[in-house]
T-cell receptor, first 113, second 114 residues
Framework: KQEVTQIPAALSVPEGENLVLNCSFT??????LQWFRQDPGKGLTSLLL?????REQTSGRLNASLDKSSGRSTLYIAASQPGDSATYLC????????????FGQGTTLQVKP | EPEVTQTPSHQVTQMGQEVILRCVPI?????FYWYRQILGQKVEFLVS????????KSEIFDDQFSVERPDGSNFTLKIRSTKLEDSAMYFC????????????FGDGTRLSIL
């Protein structure tokens, strides 16, 4: 059964710092991995989707990497800003790729001015 | 940019009552999903829907739950007889396709059962 874990649960950094959020999954037979951002009381905003054949995806100051063999993905945020403060979630479909997503518990990021 | 919209944003209901949560997915999307998030817990999959039928449902999605796409735009989740443990944030999502297509989420409906 696929399980997704995100460590740490919370992270606080000063503005301007580069940071890395981690996501690990137990079954490497994934089709893709998706990173989301969740602001308090809001829905999930899709940030990046990495297909299983890809190693990286970039969007602005965000860079997501995927290492299927080790069951890991990282989300790199460059030059963090207070507006980046949110909870970041990663999610993968199960090996059967039925469309549903299995989520990690998220990392809550606070960027201090 | 097109978005998934959900109504109401907050629903308060007495235990045992029926509740219907509404969603308008992105117009050209073909796959639809409901998830829920109990306070402090992970986002959990409930059900996926494609071509006017359920593709997959989780163990949570028992006989008290049903989904419907009554017209070309709305996608609803009905809970027939609510329980205290149904209190959660319910998210609707949609995607253009199933394979390697990102899912786009609405802002959710906070359901509070008294």
């Amino acid at each position: 059964k696929q399980e997704v874990t995100q460590i740490p649960a919370a992270l606080s950094v000063p503005e301007g710092e580069n940071l890395v959020l981690n996501c690990s999954f137990t079954d490497s037979a994934i089709y893709n991995l998706q990173w989301f951002r969740q602001d308090p009381g809001k829905g999930l905003t899709s940030l990046l989707l990495i297909q299983s054949s890809q190693r990286e995806q970039t969007s602005g100051r965000l860079n997501a990497s995927l290492d299927k063999s080790s069951g890991r993905s990282t989300l790199y945020i460059a030059a963090s800003q207070p507006g980046d403060s949110a909870t970041y979630l990663c999610a993968v479909p199960p090996p059967s790729n039925t469309g549903k997503l299995i989520f990690g518990q998220g990392t809550t990021l606070q960027v201090k001015p | 940019e097109p978005e998934v919209t959900q109504t109401p944003s907050h629903q308060v209901t007495q235990m045992g009552q029926e509740v219907i949560l509404r969603c308008v997915p992105i117009s050209n999307h073909l796959y639809f999903y409901w998830y829920r998030q109990i306070l402090g817990q992970k986002v959990e999959f409930l059900v996926s829907f494609y071509n006017n039928e359920i593709s997959e449902k989780s163990e949570i999605f028992d006989d008290q739950f049903s989904v419907e796409r009554p017209d070309g735009s709305n996608f609803t989740l009905k809970i027939r007889s609510t329980k205290l443990e149904d209190s959660a944030m319910y998210f609707c999502a949609s995607s253009e396709g199933r394979d390697n297509q990102p899912q786009h989420f609405g802002d959710g409906t906070r359901l509070s059962i008294l």
